[in-house]
């Protein structure tokens, strides 16, 4: 078997290296890389199988590169992405590597007529969009509505779309979710993105080696002709982590601090943090993968207990008074233009709006913690009333798809069609369609009356529809959920009925919003 990796040197690129190579039935493994320095940080960790690698540079979206690195290979790879915070300063090489690349990369598959290889493309949790406690738990089929100003999740939505809808016979779309990695910290302490964690935001995590251990296994159950488009190819899934990695942003940044004897109490204020607009949820199918693959091995603190021991130095945070830390550490990145208090000073009120509603709602936040209602704590995140945590983690509340989603591939037909269209406030305009023929491309109409092509699979299994952020670089949810009811039943979650804006990107992605 021939492999061919994008991304390779990224955070789960070179774990993924570390489980592929030494598969004995792995002939050679090619990466694209697109800077020395990439290739330097794959040979740095890669030693002992480097004869198994072959090297070729340049860039994903290059349609000439991308077709050397498909030369006899068997199964590619996609985990190629520019993720934040570096994708909310560098949004020209975001949308290459996460919206073009995969359609390169699909379009030169698709040319291969005999012995066609299989894709895996990996995609990301971020293109559900913002939740929390209304609709804890999300699944593949679910609406995807990137948060406003996140050039990651829209990025990426896209990209997924181009798999989706490609000639590629053989594909599987695997949605990442939230990733610990063993330079997280050190990079989270350098930019305002972590400023960005809703303290009642739902997150599941996976460790890179988890997910790197899900590629290797699929591998090897696709060398033992275990996998076909019954069970693997041709679908969708989450992957998730162990039930244990279910946690809050409080949570989640408390862990983390832990390994210095800190909290999150200790090194935040209440308002330093965004209200919404994040990104995160528990997963209900992440079983899917899991029975067919068995990866999940590690849980958050079993990786902060990793972490810790691999920088023993860390140790001596747990000494250093806590104030003083965070005068140090997180103080100064208040003033990071990716920060929400940054944004408060510098007046960005496109930003402010919808991050926390309005500059009311940010300057109205309680100081002091005591006053803070936290999910975690049983209270109401939104008055404060007495809640049960355990029951709603324990509680899958399923969001109503326009059609009945437990339906077989097979049994899906034309009113199934019809009424997904509806419930999005479009139509379907195909007038004849054969009972579970879900790969076939049918035309649709939006609600705003565009029409356009798409698989049945794209939009009642993955959960896509045509809305402007597949074209432009906006955001017009409030103005799409008043008839949208699939939208509707998770963006009032968090946003009131009556908001009318439109968030966007000008020319040079300067962030603005306006009245609709």
């Known amino acids: 078997m021939r492999v061919t990796i994008y991304g390779a040197s990224g955070n789960m690129g070179i774990p993924a290296l570390k489980e592929i190579l030494p598969l004995d039935f792995v002939d050679k493994v090619t990466v694209l890389y697109h800077s020395d320095k990439c290739k330097k940080r794959i040979h740095k960790k890669i030693k002992k199988y480097k004869d198994k690698l072959i090297y070729i540079k340049g860039s994903v979206a290059s349609k000439d590169v991308i077709k050397k690195t498909l030369e006899g290979s068997n199964i590619v790879i996609n985990l190629a992405a520019v993720i934040p915070p570096l994708s909310d300063k560098k949004t020209t090489q975001a949308i290459e590597a996460n919206q073009l690349g995969p359609q390169v990369i699909c379009e030169a598959i698709s040319e291969i007529k005999e012995n066609q290889p299989k894709l895996i493309h990996i995609s990301t949790m971020a293109i559900y969009g913002n939740r929390d406690y209304k609709h804890i738990y999300g699944e593949v089929g679910d609406p995807l509505l990137p948060s406003p100003f996140d050039i990651y999740a829209i990025t990426k939505m896209r990209g997924e779309l181009e798999v989706l809808e490609s000639d590629v016979e053989n594909y599987a779309v695997l949605r990442q979710t939230a990733i610990l990695y063993d330079e997280l910290m050190m990079k989270n302490i350098s930019d305002g993105l ?211 989603s437990s339906k077989k591939n097979e049994d899906i037909d034309i009113d199934d069609l019809k009424s997904v269209a509806l419930s999005h406030g479009g139509k379907l305009i195909t007038s004849t369609f054969n009972k579970g023929d879900i790969f076939t491309k049918v035309e649709w109409e939006d609600q705003d009356g565009n029409r356009f092509f798409a698989r049945p699979n794209t939009i009642l299994r993955a959960g896509h529809w045509n809305n402007p952020s597949y074209k432009s670089l906006v955001w017009d949810f409030d103005r799409l959920a008043k008839k949208d009811k699939i939208y509707a039943s998770v963006w009032y979650d968090t946003h009131a009925k009556d908001e009318n804006n439109l968030y966007y990107f000008d020319e040079d992605f300067k962030a603005h919003y306006k009245k609709i």
Request: aromatic residues 16%; neutral net charge.
């Open 194 to 404: 972590m400023f960005h964690t809703c303290f009642n935001a739902p997150l599941e995590w996976v460790t890179a080696e988890d997910s790197a251990i899900l590629l290797r296994n699929i591998l090897i159950k696709e060398h033992k002709k275990e996998l076909n488009q019954s069970n693997f190819w041709k679908k969708v899934f989450n992957i998730g982590g162990p039930k244990e990695n279910r946690l809050t942003g409080y949570e989640t940044l408390s862990k983390g601090f832990g390994i210095i004897g800190a909290s999150t109490k200790q090194f935040f204020k209440p308002n330093y943090n965004a209200t919404k607009n994040f990104h995160g949820e528990f997963f209900a199918d992440n079983y899917r993968l899991e029975e067919l693959f068995h990866y999940e091995k590690t849980t958050v603190d079993d990786f902060w207990h990793h972490v810790l021991k691999k920088n023993w130095y860390f140790v001596f945070g747990r000494i250093v008074p806590k104030v003083l830390l965070r005068k140090m550490i997180i103080d100064p990145l208040l003033k990071d233009s990716n920060a929400p208090y940054y944004w408060y000073k510098h007046n960005d009120e496109a930003k402010i709006i919808a991050y926390f509603g309005s500059k009311e709602n940010f300057e109205n936040i309680p100081k002091k913690w005591d006053d803070v209602s936290l999910l975690i704590d049983n209270k109401n995140p939104d008055n404060g009333e007495e809640i049960s945590y355990k029951d709603i983690a324990n509680t899958i509340i399923k969001i109503d798809k326009g059609f009945d």
